[in-house]
């Protein structure tokens, strides 16, 4: 399989707990982008990656969020201290850099969170 | 500020039928506007790009920059089309998506 892929699928976890997850993108692409989503709504950007270098972080991606991607490939998205409303699915999407034009994003299945 | 609204959550329409999703934006400079699909238990997937002007499975989207508009359209609807969709821009140059929060599209036999 050659799309991007997410582990794990899913994670339940207690409130206090950190946890990581892991995004493989596709392998030429060298942009790679992390969203949440909630219930009702659409994605929202967290943190965004060209090669290994983190260019852009949201809002939303408070001080216990942080995110990697050592060496231009795989990524882990890694929250500390979980709170109930961090429980969402995490997305992971990659896309190819051609100079001059904005490229398709190819999205990773997701890692669902539950914060008890 | 940049925003994309969708101001269905949920369009109903029989087979055969046209539909037509509705999407607008507001956005300073010149985006990229999207469409992106989530069939059931799938991951989401790019439908169409305006800057692309094609049909993909029979589905169209004309850019409207007067009204700020990007509405999703199909002439005859099949049961195959039942799923979520959603609309995005681009405006920066990081190329990272503004979502709306989605029209779920039921087409039903």
């Not at chain 1, 001059?100 to 999205?107: A, E, S």
């Not at chain 2, 409207?64 to 099949?78: C, I, R, V, W, Y």
């Amino acid at each position: 399989d050659t799309g991007v892929s997410q582990d794990p699928r899913h994670k339940i976890t207690k409130r206090g707990q950190n946890v990581t997850f892991r995004c493989d993108p596709i392998s030429e692409h060298n942009r790679l982008y992390w969203y949440r989503q909630t219930l009702g709504q659409g994605p929202e950007f967290l943190t965004y990656f060209q090669n290994e270098a983190q260019l852009e972080k949201s809002r939303l991606l408070s001080d216990r969020f942080s995110a990697e991607r050592p060496k231009g490939s795989f990524s882990t998205l890694e929250i500390q201290r979980t709170e109930q409303g961090d429980s969402a699915m995490y997305l992971c999407a990659s896309s190819p850099r051609l100079a001059g034009r904005i490229n398709t994003q190819y999205f990773g299945p997701g890692t669902r969170l539950t914060v008890l | 500020a940049q925003r994309v609204t969708q101001p269905e959550k949920l369009l109903s329409v029989f087979k055969g039928a046209p539909v037509e999703l509705k999407c607008n934006y507001s956005y300073s400079g010149s985006p990229e506007l999207f469409w992106y699909v989530q069939y059931s238990r799938q991951r989401l997937q790019l439908l169409l790009r305006h800057i692309s002007r094609e049909s993909i499975k029979g589905f169209t989207a004309d850019l409207n920059k007067g009204e700020t508009s990007f509405h999703l359209k199909k002439p005859f609807a099949q049961e195959e089309d039942s799923a979520m969709y959603y609309c995005a821009l681009s405006g920066g140059s990081q190329g990272n998506l503004i979502f709306g929060k989605g029209t779920k599209l039921s087409v039903k036999p």
